[in-house]
């Protein structure tokens, strides 16, 4: 079957890093997206890995590892406004998507 | 019209009762989706639809059914609502049926009784 891990919830205080970790195997692969969900939001889309290795955007990283089946995203100078839900999803060989349940990311100060 | 819409925001509905969530996108994509999205379970797939004429089932597709007239509207329909069904709903679309992002519009929150 498709499964995507990913922790449940995370704590971290801000202006620190927090690395939030995707495992997954699915049938077939055609990338990896990271989207944020705020509370009571839709998600919208962070980052998209296909080919291993890091991709940096401002504060936001994504790394992606094809042979181990996993991923991470990677939150610097962490801010309030971070609070929220990392969603890691895979697009498999019928090009849909398969979601991760989410990680609820929470600052403190 | 920016983006993707969604209708109603909000709906308490009887059990039995039948409901058609509305959603229209203005970005001329081909391809369409409805999620539904429960707490601890993730976004899971009820039906989408790669053109305009076209639709496919998802992972959980059983008590709902979608119609794809045009490229802009992708309605989804509860034929007798149960209270199992309640959950956040969003459609989302992108450009095509490739490695495109998907966007997500605003979420419609049903509620069963």
């Known amino acids: 079957g498709q499964n995507i891990d990913q922790p449940t919830e995370m704590t971290a205080t801000e202006g620190a890093i927090v690395q939030i970790n995707c495992t997954y195997q699915?049938?077939?692969?055609?990338?990896l997206f990271w989207y944020q969900q705020h509370a009571g939001e839709a998600p919208t889309f962070l980052s998209y890995?296909?080919l291993d290795g890091l991709e940096e955007k401002g504060r936001f990283s994504s790394f992606l590892s094809r042979s181990k089946g996993y991923s991470y995203l990677l939150l610097k100078e962490l801010q309030m406004k971070d609070s929220a839900s990392y969603l890691c999803?895979?697009?498999?060989?019928?090009?849909?998507?398969?979601w991760g349940a989410g990680t609820k990311l929470i600052i403190k100060p | 019209i920016a983006g993707i819409t969604q209708a109603p925001t909000s709906q308490i509905l009887a059990a039995g009762r039948r409901m058609t969530l509305r959603c229209t996108q203005d970005?001329?994509?081909?391809?369409m989706y409805w999620y539904r999205q429960d707490l601890g379970l993730g976004l899971r797939l009820i039906h989408y639809?790669?053109?305009?004429?076209?639709?496919g089932k998802g992972e959980v597709p059983d008590g709902y059914s979608v119609s794809r007239a045009n490229t802009d509207d992708f309605p989804l329909t509860l034929a007798s609502a149960v209270p199992s069904q309640t959950s956040v709903y969003f459609c989302?679309?992108?450009?095509?049926?490739?490695?495109?992002?998907?966007?997500f519009g605003p979420g419609t929150r049903l509620t069963v009784l």
């Open positions: 970005m001329r994509h081909n391809a």
């Open positions: 890995n296909v």
């Open positions: 989302a679309s992108r450009l095509a049926t490739s490695t495109d992002t998907q966007y």
């Open positions: 639809s790669n053109t305009a004429g076209t639709t």
């Open positions: 999803a895979v697009m498999d060989s019928n090009y849909q998507l398969i």
């Open positions: 699915t049938s077939g692969f055609n990338g």
